[in-house]
């Protein structure tokens, strides 16, 4: 059975610092997607960031990148210069044969004028 | 434009009441999909359907009955509506598997079940 886990119920963060926000996984498979989603308090689910298992650089977009370990099976998100706008729940999602698609219990940030 | 719309956005409704939730996604997408979000956050796929063929059904009380007219519909529909039904249920669509982009979330249904 495929699992995705998120340690970190709720993390602050000073303005301007960067923040690391955790997210594991356990599958068999060797073709798979990871993704990072954005869910403000206003309850939209933004897509912010994808992984392949395939891809060989870590991916980026803008302020977020996606620190994928593929032995240790962790594809942590990374937000530098954090902002006020992004506290927000983010969520850390695994997609395997094509269209199973589970998501993690989600870690709630703050971030700190 | 809105590319993935759920209506209605709020729904209040008394147990055992027969309820729809409707999605149309403007994106051309192929794969359509419906989730569960509890009151602890946690997101659960429910289904899923490819050109409106039913690809995934996760354990889900056979009273949810999703229904895709054409692939770019996908409702949901809820009988005898009991109070743990209550949660915000998101339709998402993707092309294919979703890869580069992801899924395209509409902007959540909040079900309370009174």
């Known amino acids: 059975a495929q699992k995705i886990t998120q340690t970190q119920p709720g993390m602050f963060v000073q303005e301007k610092e960067a923040v690391t926000l955790d997210c594991t996984y356990d599958t068999s498979d060797q073709s798979y997607g990871l993704f990072w989603y954005k869910q403000p308090s206003s309850g939209e689910m933004i897509f912010l960031i994808y992984?392949?298992?395939?891809?060989?650089q870590n991916a980026t977009e803008g302020r977020y990148s996606l620190n994928f370990q593929k032995a240790r099976k962790s594809a942590n998100l990374v937000i530098s210069a954090s902002q006020l706008g992004d506290s927000a729940m983010y969520f850390c999602a695994f997609l395997y044969n094509f269209n199973k698609f589970y998501f993690g219990s989600g870690t709630k940030l703050n971030v700190k004028p | 434009d809105t590319a993935v719309s759920q209506t209605p956005k709020y729904l209040v409704t008394q147990m055992g009441n027969d309820k729809s939730i409707k999605c149309e996604q403007n994106?051309?997408?192929?794969?359509m999909y419906w989730y569960k979000q509890d009151s602890k956050k946690f997101l659960k796929i429910m289904f899923s359907?490819?050109?409106?063929?039913?690809?995934i059904n996760e354990t889900v009380p056979n009273r949810f009955s999703p229904k895709s007219p054409d692939k770019a519909h996908l409702n949901l529909h809820i009988n005898s509506l009991e109070l743990g039904d209550s949660a915000v249920y998101f339709c998402a669509s993707s092309q294919g598997a979703g890869g580069d982009y992801g899924y395209t979330f509409g902007s959540g249904t909040r079900l309370t079940v009174v």
């Open positions: 992984q392949g298992s395939y891809d060989e």
């Open positions: 359907y490819n050109n409106k063929e039913l690809i």
């Open positions: 994106l051309g997408h192929d794969t």
